[in-house]
DNA sequence: GGTAATGTGGATATGATATATCCACATTAT
DNA sequence: ATAATGTGGATATATCATATCCACATTACC
């Protein structure tokens, strides 16, 4: 079981537009070369996070990406959920109605316990997502002792954010 | 983020396997049978199981799968590892290092505050499934009205088990 | 000891999906 | 009008899950 790479950026990136002021906007060229990012792929995963409502686009010659809600709005599963879908990640395929053993459809009315098990666990990894906020990340961080990246991510947004 | 078929094929045959009569084996055709599964790929999850020590095996004419320890045991986690790994689904790869304000690798001594939270949120996940053995799965089965499905694969495995 | 039935591990083929890229178009500041 | 930006569709590539086969080791039975 493997989580997309989009994720680990989606979740950078909108932790550096939590240190920026609101409004302010960044371009996705400028969000790429900060950690490093294929450019193309990159723009997919902004989409995404924008057509979820995480992040807002703006078009034109001073546009870019700004979040869509204050920082302590915005959760771990928010953006997750965002790139990742929100399909379960273990698919009931209903074997046990399949085989010498198998009954017809009717006769299972409640939902396969092994899956509604595996999805409780599933539920118990979304509560612990939804728990932590953006917010609750850059406030342990500037809580560190400098210099910090965080710093030094400022003053680059500083260089790169747009009215 | 996708869990792959072979976990629920484990759980669902390990919960098979869990009526049978201790020391009983069950070959991996009639296991394959059971639940309709492709024999030669059914053979590496059985494999992989065997190998985590979830499954006995028994080589010979009249060998075949078992628990390799009583059902209560043997809980969701341990099937879920073995088939896919103790991998975390989340992979770090510091791409906070990367880029214009990306420092060298000695000024981060502690873990990724993202990565971190992501995995705190994948024990929780892990702490679930960890709870829940085949036993209570078994136990809550029985005690549904008859005639149940599990009568069905208790008759099905006096002709299929072998001493 | 021979034979047949079983599990084991390696190699390989196939298919699905994530990753990556490109292009035509809409939007908007200057 | 121009240039810089984001959007969505189409497509290519790479990676991994899925699936299959084969030579071999083990063991019950004759």
């Known amino acids: ?12 990136l909108c932790m550096l537009l ?44 001073t546009g870019g990406y700004r979040l869509a809600r204050s920082a302590d709005q915005i959760t771990f599963l928010d953006i997750f959920s965002a790139v990742e879908g929100d399909q379960n990640a273990f698919r009931c395929t209903e074997i046990r109605q399949k085989g010498p053993t198998g009954l017809d459809q009717k006769c299972y009315p409640a939902a396969c316990a092994i899956a509604a098990t595996v999805w409780a666990a599933e539920q118990a990894w979304r509560d612990h997502l939804a728990g932590v906020s953006l917010f609750d990340i850059t406030d342990g961080l500037t809580a560190l002792a400098p210099p910090g990246q965080h710093e030094l991510a400022i003053t680059w947004l500083t260089k790169h954010t747009r009215a």
Chains 1, 2 share one sequence.
């Open 1 to 12: 079981m493997k989580a997309s790479q989009g994720v680990e950026w989606g979740l950078h």
């Open 18 to 61: 939590a240190f920026a002021e609101p409004h302010q906007t960044v371009d996705a060229t400028s969000l790429a070369e900060y950690h490093e990012l294929p450019l193309p792929y990159l723009r997919k995963i902004l989409q995404a996070l924008t057509r979820a409502g995480v992040l807002e686009s703006v078009a034109g010659p």
